[in-house]
């Protein structure tokens, strides 16, 4: 366990921030003047003073101001969790007696002021990802979470990270295999994180980068805020920022429930000048007589993930297929300018290529 996840643990038990650095430089350095401890912590003497009583309040310290100068001591490790035992224990019944069960609404706002807290919910949201994520951190956040992204890119979710602050000279070998897309901005983004279209959480990238920030993050689980926070960072951060690595093509046949990541894996296909084959399962926008799966191969992709753009708009993302020589448009989930709006998309590569193509 790391000192991020101590504090974060520590802060359950209702530690601020300061608190926590106060006390684990009390720990490390055992009896102690409070000169010694607030040069340890970066705080100021009088802030060690008054940390200091809080602190012996809640068991987690002893303060002898009878010595010149005021010591401070730690109370045995064993005690204190011995006492925060016993608080749970007795919290329980309580807790119990006033619990009401109730139907959790599916529209959840929560604001977030730790910056552990964000840390441990990004992570939380990386490994529950099933389809797709966007991303925009501190390039300096990534070492921390890089194995859950890992995990989350080795899952077949489309990943696309964008690394504010990042230096303009980081090897691009050292970003394989962090997202299915990198890129970098020289300058501080703001901190967005969206999955599945279903969850997200901004906050200001100081946060996650200044332990002393009072600044807040607001995590949501709302299914129509959370497309238009994704559409933000398409939009807003995603075009201008410079593509430091891409992704390999996957190997087809596969099936996509996220409409973005067959988008992505036909753009890069066609990069390759492979013929690649979609078979849909959806529905017809609007009143159009079309069945309910569509196959033919793919002869347009408009999309702006990876360059070369071909999409008119940042947010657009679609392909047409040839059917028997009709070409249909298919778009994803709330598509209403396409021909059919996707639910399912399986790619095949068609192997060979007629002679007649280059004439």
Same mark, same amino acid.
């Not at 921030?17 to 010694?36: N, V």
């Not at 890129?183 to 999955?195: G, I, K, N, S």
């Not at 607001?218 to 995603?238: E, M, T």
């Given at each position: 366990?790391?000192?991020?996840?101590?504090?974060?643990?520590?802060?359950?038990?209702?530690?601020?921030?300061?608190?926590?650095? /106060?006390?684990?430089?009390?720990?490390?350095?055992?009896?102690?003047? %409070?000169? /010694?401890? #607030?040069?340890? %912590?970066?705080?100021?003497?009088?802030?060690?003073?008054?940390?200091?009583?809080?602190?012996?309040?809640?068991?987690?310290?002893?303060?002898?101001?009878?010595?010149?100068?005021?010591?401070?001591?730690?109370v045995q490790p064993e005690t204190v969790v011995e006492r925060l035992t016993e =608080?749970?224990?007795?919290?329980?019944?309580?807790?119990?007696?006033?619990?009401?069960?109730?139907?959790?609404?599916?529209?959840?706002?929560?604001? &977030?002021?730790?910056?552990?807290?964000?840390?441990?919910?990004?992570?939380?949201?990386?490994?529950?990802?099933?389809?797709? @994520?966007?991303?925009?951190?501190?390039?300096?956040?990534?070492?921390?979470?890089?194995?859950?992204?890992?995990?989350?890119?080795?899952?077949?979710?489309?990943?696309?990270?964008?690394?504010?602050?990042?230096?303009?000279?980081?090897?691009?070998?050292?970003? %394989?295999?962090?997202?299915?897309?990198?890129? /970098?901005?020289?300058?501080?983004?703001?901190?967005?994180?969206?999955?599945?279209?279903?969850?997200?959480?901004? #906050?200001?990238?100081?946060?996650?980068?200044?332990?002393?920030?009072? /600044?807040?993050?607001?995590?949501?689980?709302?299914?129509?805020?959370?497309?238009?926070?994704?559409?933000?960072?398409?939009?807003?951060?995603?075009?201008?920022?410079?593509?430091?690595?891409?992704?390999?093509?996957?190997?087809?046949?596969?099936?996509?429930?996220?409409?973005?990541? %067959? @988008?992505?894996?036909?753009?890069?296909?066609?990069?390759?000048?492979?013929?690649?084959?979609? =078979?849909?399962?959806?529905?017809?926008?609007?009143?159009?007589?079309?069945? =309910?799966?569509?196959?033919?191969?793919?002869?347009?992709?408009?999309? =702006?993930?990876?360059?070369?753009?071909?999409?008119?708009?940042?947010?657009?993302?679609?392909?047409?297929?040839?059917?028997?020589?009709?070409?249909?448009? &298919?778009?994803?989930?709330g598509s209403f300018l396409e021909d059919y709006e996707a639910e399912s998309v399986t790619l095949r590569t068609i192997e060979g290529r007629d002679e007649s193509?280059?004439?």
């Amino acid at each position: 366990m790391d000192d991020d996840d101590l504090a974060g643990l520590l802060e359950q038990f209702g530690l601020s921030e300061k608190e926590i650095d /106060t006390y684990l430089a009390i720990l490390e350095r055992g009896e102690s003047k %409070a000169s /010694t401890i #607030a040069d340890a %912590a970066d705080v100021s003497k009088r802030y060690v003073y008054s940390i200091g009583e809080a602190l012996e309040d809640r068991g987690f310290v002893e303060v002898d101001d009878h010595a010149v100068p005021t010591i401070i001591r730690p109370v045995q490790p064993e005690t204190v969790v011995e006492r925060l035992t016993e =608080s749970v224990e007795e919290i329980e019944p309580e807790l119990r007696s006033r619990y009401t069960a109730t139907e959790r609404s599916g529209d959840q706002f929560e604001v &977030i002021k730790s910056r552990q807290t964000v840390r441990k919910r990004i992570e939380s949201l990386l490994a529950s990802a099933e389809t797709e @994520v966007t991303l925009s951190l501190p390039a300096e956040v990534l070492p921390r979470i890089r194995p859950t992204l890992e995990a989350t890119v080795e899952r077949g979710v489309l990943v696309l990270l964008l690394l504010g602050a990042a230096d303009g000279d980081r090897d691009v070998a050292s970003l %394989a295999g962090t997202a299915s897309a990198v890129r /970098t901005w020289d300058a501080l983004v703001p901190t967005m994180l969206t999955v599945d279209g279903a969850h997200g959480l901004l #906050a200001p990238s100081r946060l996650l980068t200044t332990s002393t920030s009072d /600044t807040r993050a607001i995590a949501l689980s709302q299914d129509q805020l959370v497309p238009v926070l994704a559409g933000s960072f398409l939009a807003n951060y995603w075009p201008t920022a410079e593509e430091r690595y891409v992704t390999t093509p996957d190997e087809l046949p596969r099936t996509y429930e996220g409409f973005r990541n %067959a @988008v992505f894996q036909i753009a890069l296909h066609r990069a390759t000048d492979a013929r690649v084959e979609a =078979s849909v399962t959806g529905s017809p926008v609007g009143e159009r007589d079309l069945p =309910s799966s569509l196959s033919g191969e793919v002869v347009d992709v408009r999309q =702006s993930l990876v360059r070369p753009v071909t999409s008119t708009l940042p947010i657009e993302n679609a392909f047409e297929i040839d059917v028997g020589g009709d070409r249909y448009a &298919i778009g994803g989930a709330g598509s209403f300018l396409e021909d059919y709006e996707a639910e399912s998309v399986t790619l095949r590569t068609i192997e060979g290529r007629d002679e007649s193509d280059d004439r």
